[in-house]
Nanobody, 113 residues
């Protein structure tokens, strides 16, 4: 089970740190990712850490977001800075390995003045 948290309402330019606590599986064996789905938009990938440890970011968040993981805490994170209204979305965490795919329920991020 994946439980995302840390969303909220922030003003443009603000920051948020999303967390995703994982239970029932050992996160260290999984590739992890954050996705988001904005109003009227399709779900899109935001950032991921591959099974090989490589970090990737969507162009829209590159340079202002950091994905990380704490295997000891079985938790993944997404630090987002310089937020803008286009970042408004429900953010979902994902863990995948060997064809197994797990999703969290999502946490709402709203950026507005």
């Amino acid at each position: 089970q994946l439980q995302a948290s840390g969303g909220g309402s922030v003003q443009p330019g603000g920051s948020l740190r999303l967390s995703c606590e994982v239970s029932g599986l050992s996160l260290r064996y999984y590739a992890i990712a954050w996705y988001r789905q904005g109003p009227g938009k399709e779900r899109e990938g935001v950032s991921c850490i591959t099974s090989g440890g490589r970090k990737n970011y969507a162009d829209s968040v590159k340079g202002r977001s950091t994905i990380s993981r704490d295997n000891a805490k079985n938790t993944m994170y997404l630090q987002m800075n310089s937020l803008n209204p286009e970042d408004t979305a429900v953010y979902y965490c994902n863990a995948a390995s060997n064809g197994m795919d797990y999703w969290g329920r999502g946490t709402q991020v709203t950026v507005s003045s």
